[in-house]
């Protein structure tokens, strides 16, 4: 890890006291939050298109800033035309390809634009209809494992905060961080308590729905990680994290799978995301807009295409980064 940002992370983690009670907002007296400037490339090449095809539809995410990001110049290049659209449930930014007609057989996307990535402490954030972050995903379900895990989470501790600092452990004591055979990545919590295996998204399918089982709110956001230790460079594949709920204290974020990747940050992640991140999406079980003919997405980072309202996966994708200096 560069020595900047660890600097920056674990100063961060003396200043703000103890991780058991993180400060979700930042206010005046708190240092400034650790930030990184970059652009990032993201490019789809939607491959195998039928010569017979007579309609075809694109769907692919666009991040937007927030509390916690700047997005600036966003460069969209493709050689069909496109619409931007904003889905109702999350407020998720979505571009829209959709060809009538004398299908080409393939379809290249790219999608650029800059960055300027803050720490996130946390904030009084997405206040409105919080209750709604109560409410399971189809595979973030509250299964009879998930009840009894938090009800025993839950019987030694009194306060919110307590109990999910305990949530936050058991997921980090009970789950290891792999990619083997099949069943991971689909944030499923039914796999994520047989197998106790996975990636970031079933370490925060977990981690959530533990937390909705105990009352509290908790969502998912999905985007991109980038090395901390080099300046430009590929991006692999997709990272999720986590905020939860507290009344009086806001989202509070929390990225398990990266704790118990870093034990030295495990106090950190537990109230804090570093700036080494880019957010494309929130939730799960998006509806797309326009609407898909297919189900609800389980979650919404790479394109969604379908083919006369049949889904199609042939694409090849990449994603790369680079610093600005200075």
Not at 68 to 93: A, C, F, H
Not at 166 to 180: P, R
Request: proline share 7%; hydrophobic share 35%; with cysteine.
């Amino acid at each position: 890890m560069k020595p900047f940002y660890i600097t920056m992370i674990l100063l961060s983690i003396l200043l703000l006291g103890c991780a058991d009670k993180p400060v979700a907002g930042v206010a005046e007296s708190d240092p400034p939050r650790a930030e990184r400037k970059f652009e990032f490339l993201y490019s789809a090449d939607i491959t195998n298109i039928p010569e017979n095809a007579k309609d075809v539809q694109i769907w692919f995410p666009i991040p937007q800033s927030d509390e916690n990001q700047k997005i600036d110049d966003v460069r969209i290049k493709t050689p069909e035309g496109y619409r931007v659209y904003t889905e109702s449930e999350y407020g998720n930014k979505i571009g829209h390809i959709h060809v009538k007609g004398n299908q080409p057989s393939n379809i290249p996307i790219l999608l650029s634009f800059d960055v300027t990535r803050y720490e996130d402490r946390g904030g009084d954030y997405l206040t409105e209809n919080v209750d709604r972050f109560l409410k399971p995903s189809r595979r973030g379900t509250i299964t009879t494992e998930v009840k009894e895990a938090a009800s025993r989470i839950s019987q030694h501790q009194d306060e919110p905060q307590g109990k999910i600092r305990e949530t936050y452990l058991y997921v980090i004591d009970n789950m290891e961080y792999k990619k083997e055979g099949t069943g991971w990545g689909h944030g499923d919590t039914a796999w994520a308590c047989s197998a106790g295996y996975g990636n970031c998204t079933d370490y925060h399918a977990l981690f959530i729905a533990l937390s909705q089982a105990q009352g509290i709110p908790a969502h998912f956001d999905m985007g991109f990680p980038l090395p901390p230790d080099k300046s430009e460079g590929a991006v692999l594949g997709y990272h999720c994290w986590a905020h939860y709920y507290l009344p009086g204290r806001g989202w509070v974020p929390v990225d398990v799978s990266e704790a118990d990747k870093q034990p030295v940050l495990k106090d950190y992640f537990f109230g804090a995301h570093d700036p080494n991140r880019v957010k494309f999406t929130t939730g799960r079980d998006i509806m797309l807009e326009p609407k898909q003919k297919g189900e609800h997405l389980n979650y919404f980072i790479y394109p969604y295409v379908e083919i006369d309202g049949v889904p199609h996966s042939d694409m090849t994708l990449s994603f790369s980064f680079k610093d600005f200096q200075g």
